[in-house]
């Protein structure tokens, strides 16, 4: 059974503090990996995808990826109430290349 | 504007009374899903599709029906809904390997 673990939280970091949300994989063969942001209600919303080792920014935002211990984390500095939210993890199946398999999520609270 | 449009958005109906949920993108894309997200157990694959008239059972397919016809719509029928179907469902849609998977807006499914 291919998984995706994710700490439930909820995780609570004061205003403009770092926030760091952590998701390991069971299926070594995955290639891409992406965190989805999802307010309550809403739908899934992509916040940054990665495929290669190492760290990728995009603003506030730095996913890392190190696929030799299986992991893959987001980091959102400067954190702001509007970012309070679950965080979904998603890794491709390596089988079934289009599937996706999905984390339970990280609830994060950002505390002005 | 790249999206995925579901409808409705919001449905209460009853026992037994079949139900069709609508599901359209605009991206050209061949891989189509359908989600159901319940508390506590994150998204869960209902149907999904590699292409026109090529459909596959996901993790929890009882009870519920797809059909793709045509490359951009992807419906969800229920043919006869049960309250333990109550719950916020999901179309996505997924371009090339390895690219993003994007989501409708939900649709809030109330069976009484």
């Known amino acids: 059974q291919k998984e995706v673990e994710q700490n439930s939280g909820p995780l609570s970091v004061p205003e403009g503090a770092i926030a760091s949300l952590n998701c390991t994989y069971s299926d070594r063969g995955s290639q891409s990996f992406f965190w989805y942001r999802q307010y309550s209600g809403k739908s899934p919303e992509l916040i940054m995808f990665i495929y290669s080792n190492g760290d990728k920014e995009d603003g506030r935002f730095t996913a890392q990826l190190n696929k030799a211990s299986q992991y893959v984390s987001l980091l959102i500095r400067d954190s702001q109430p509007s970012d309070s939210a679950t965080y979904l993890c998603?890794?491709?199946?390596?089988?079934?290349?289009?599937?996706?398999?999905w984390g339970l999520g990280t609830s994060l609270a950002v505390n002005p | 504007e790249a999206q995925v449009t579901q409808n409705p958005r919001y449905l209460i109906t009853v026992t037994g009374k079949k139900l069709t949920v609508t599901c359209s993108q605009n991206?050209?894309?061949?891989?189509m899903s359908w989600y159901r997200q319940d508390p506590g157990l994150g998204l869960r694959q209902i149907y999904y599709s590699m292409n026109v008239e090529v459909t596959d059972k996901g993790d929890v397919p009882e009870g519920y029906k797809v059909s793709r016809k045509e490359k951009r719509n992807f419906p969800l029928i229920l043919e006869s809904p049960s309250p333990n179907q109550t719950s916020l469902y999901f179309c996505?849609?997924?371009?090339?390997?390895?690219?993003?998977?994007?989501f409708g807006d939900g649709t809030r499914l109330s069976i009484l």
């Open positions: 996505a849609s997924r371009g090339l390997t390895g690219q993003p998977q994007h």
């Open positions: 998603a890794v491709d199946n390596a089988g079934n290349n289009r599937k996706l398999i």
């Open positions: 991206m050209n894309h061949e891989y």
